[in-house]
């Protein structure tokens, strides 16, 4: 514990050098957001460990939530699980996806933890009798969290991107933070600023003003960044980089342009022709001769850009206006395209739209129909009428937990003739509860990671396509739920054609159902897009995209 009496306590407010080896990278944002920190912080972190170095990456999210698992997908876009059950930022989604290496809790705080974390000390009277201020009891909560993955000796680098932008409100203890970090970590701290350099039409030119502004913001708050990353769509040329370097007090070479591409899968490449990562190791005095080993990754990217065949995917969903909150589906999508040399198009459908009698004509020149997860009553039942075209024209599907129980319900409905089978998500007085509340939710009120949550072992039947994807019986998969399949009504399942092919032994939930005499007919209760990386397509995606392929 950081804080125990009030003499370690301004010890340690008092900036005592910290003796480690660990160096921290922080990466902070200007202008306006939606710039791509997530995706710079990711691909530096990919150049890095390319270059042997082991890093890991996590962000500080300035809003109130404890976590982002009670937010709206409007809100942030989707929310993303690790394997220890966290709910978190999408952008860990990217952290995981760049390096292939699991991110946990500590990869994401937000101020609500760290005003819960101070304020439940406060009531353990661990400040003995001091008056409980931002600074320095949640600037220091806030460092104490920035350096802990880093004093575990596991990294080289640790790189907290820092959400929000520089200026606003409730960011300002994050950059006090880091002000006070850089002073004390010296040599061991860097600062990248990610900016935004428009191209004025009008005027048909680039302008500086905007980065000038952001870095002034900065430096009103003590922090002179070391790199700036300009966001652009259109090239830096010298003397703009000079300009930039000039006003801003950095080196020319510190000016690093970051240019609109198709693929976020090409940042890393071309942040290591800007020089990003050498331009970090100088800075933090490393001697590095080595170049990033890319191989893998550019393979990747080559088999990305020549696809051999082309699919349309129909993702039918509640959240179509708004594509990051399906981001992991999408990605796991490119991943397992890839390794199809195959191009998807990811149609996004409007599910409240669909009904038994329209569903064929927003779905019938689909090669494959993915139902996606979701909550709640809004949309569901075009949901089960796209399973049902589905089904009945032995089109490729892929069902993920609420569109796995989808499945399900479609099934008792038409198949096995229960007329108002439901889940009781949706219906609590159903006849059929095909779908029902897990026992050891029924009794919890509070939503906030409340849900069963994060990596659980399943067993796979080996007679089964999941098997013949994954090759393998035993599989770890990431949930997120309240809802099961209901084991009561298994048999008359099995009896008419909807088996199911893997199950958590332990408390015997099924979590895959497959229906054997179609094509392609899958649905997981877990979430496979959560563990799809570019080095590891999920194999799930891989399988499916092969038969929406076959389907062409
Ligand atoms: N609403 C469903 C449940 O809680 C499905 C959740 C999901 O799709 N992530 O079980």
Not at 384 to 395: D, F, G
Not at 511 to 526: D, L, N
């Amino acid at each position: 514990m950081l804080i125990c009496n009030p003499i370690t306590y301004y010890g340690n407010y008092l900036n005592i050098r910290i003796m480690t080896n660990t160096k921290y990278i922080f990466v902070l944002g200007g202008v306006a957001s939606s710039l791509g920190k997530g995706i710079i912080s990711a691909s530096l972190a990919k150049l890095l460990q390319a270059r042997g170095y082991n890093v890991t990456i996590q962000k500080f999210d300035p809003y109130i939530n404890v976590d982002p698992g009670t937010l709206n997908p409007y809100e942030h876009g989707e929310c993303y699980v690790t394997s220890d059950g966290a709910e978190t930022d999408l952008d860990l989604g990217h952290y995981e996806r760049f390096l292939n290496q699991p991110t946990s809790q500590a990869n994401n705080v937000t101020t609500g933890r760290i005003y819960q974390t101070v304020i439940n000390k406060e009531r353990h009277g661990d400040y003995l009798g001091e008056t409980v201020q931002i600074i320095p009891h949640i600037t220091d909560e806030i460092k104490y969290r920035m350096k802990i993955l880093g004093e575990k000796g596991l990294f080289d680098f640790v790189i907290t991107e820092i959400g929000g932008t520089v200026g606003d409100i409730e960011s300002l203890p994050y950059v006090e933070a880091v002000r006070q970090l850089k002073w004390e970590l010296g040599n061991n701290a860097l600062v990248i600023h990610l900016t935004f350099v428009p191209f004025l039409a009008a005027a048909g030119e680039l302008k500086t003003k905007p980065t000038q502004h952001a870095v002034k913001a900065l430096l009103e708050l003590g922090v002179q960044p070391d790199i700036l990353v300009c966001r652009t769509e259109h090239h830096l040329n010298i003397s703009l980089r000079n300009k930039i370097a000039l006003f801003c007090n950095v080196e020319s070479s510190s000016v690093i342009e970051s240019i609109d591409t198709d693929t976020i899968y090409n940042v890393p490449i071309l942040m290591h022709e800007e020089g990003l990562d050498s331009e970090v190791l100088k800075k933090l005095n490393i001697k590095d001769g080595k170049t990033p080993n890319l191989t893998e990754w550019d393979s990747f990217l080559k088999r990305l850009k020549n696809p051999l065949y082309e699919v349309n995917i129909g993702l039918v969903g509640k959240y179509v206006e708004l594509k990051d909150a399906y981001k992991s589906i999408s990605e796991a999508f490119i991943h397992a395209g890839a390794a199809n040399l195959c191009k998807v198009n990811v149609k996004l459908i409007q599910s409240e739209n669909i009904n038994d009698d329209n569903a064929e004509s927003y779905l019938k020149k689909l090669n494959g129909i993915l139902v996606a997860p979701g909550f709640g009553n809004r949309g569901i039942e075009g949901k089960i009428s796209a399973v049902k075209y589905a089904r009945e024209n032995k089109i490729p599907f892929f069902g993920i937990c609420l569109g796995m129980q989808c499945a399900v319900i479609e099934f008792a409905r038409n198949v096995l003739l229960m007329n108002d089978a439901n889940s009781t998500e949706m219906n609590k007085r159903t006849e059929f509860p095909v779908i029902n509340i897990m026992e050891n939710q029924k009794e919890i009120e509070n939503k906030g990671g409340t849900m069963r949550l994060g990596s659980y072992p399943c067993k796979l039947k080996t007679n089964s396509k999941a098997y013949q994807a994954y090759g393998k019986p035993d599989i770890e998969e990431r949930h997120r739920h309240r809802f099961e399949f209901n084991n009561q009504y298994l048999q008359q399942f099995i009896d008419k054609g909807m088996i199911a092919t893997g199950n958590f032994e332990e408390k015997n939930l099924v979590e895959i159902i497959e229906i054997p005499e179609h094509p392609w007919f899958i649905g997981v209760q877990f979430h496979p897009e959560y563990r799809s990386t570019v080095a590891a397509p999920h194999p799930l995606f891989v399988s499916f995209v092969k038969a929406t392929k076959e389907n062409l």
